[in-house]
């Protein structure tokens, strides 16, 4: 994070940084998992668009 100073590598508790590391990737993967979500989402909505513009279409609104 901003302003966070690391200690040197020769001070770092392996431990810590282990600890570190796990949380860091499963804030990641919770990440990862609504952006999946979110692409899935978007794509169904995409899907039915396509789907209501294609059924507007044959409707033939356009000619008299």
């Known amino acids: 994070p901003p302003g966070r100073h690391d200690p040197p ?6 431990l ?14 919770v990440k990862a ?3 999946v979500t979110s ?3 978007q794509k169904r909505e ?3 668009l396509a ?6 279409k044959q409707l ?3 000619q008299p």
């Open 46 to 48: 995409k899907k039915a």
């Open 60 to 62: 033939n609104l356009n």
């Open 16 to 29: 810590a940084a282990a600890e570190d590391l796990r949380t860091a990737l499963a804030d990641a993967a």
């Open 39 to 41: 692409l899935k989402q």
């Open 51 to 56: 789907s209501v513009y294609a059924g507007l």
């Open 9 to 14: 590598p020769e001070m770092l508790d392996p």
């Open 33 to 35: 998992a609504r952006l």
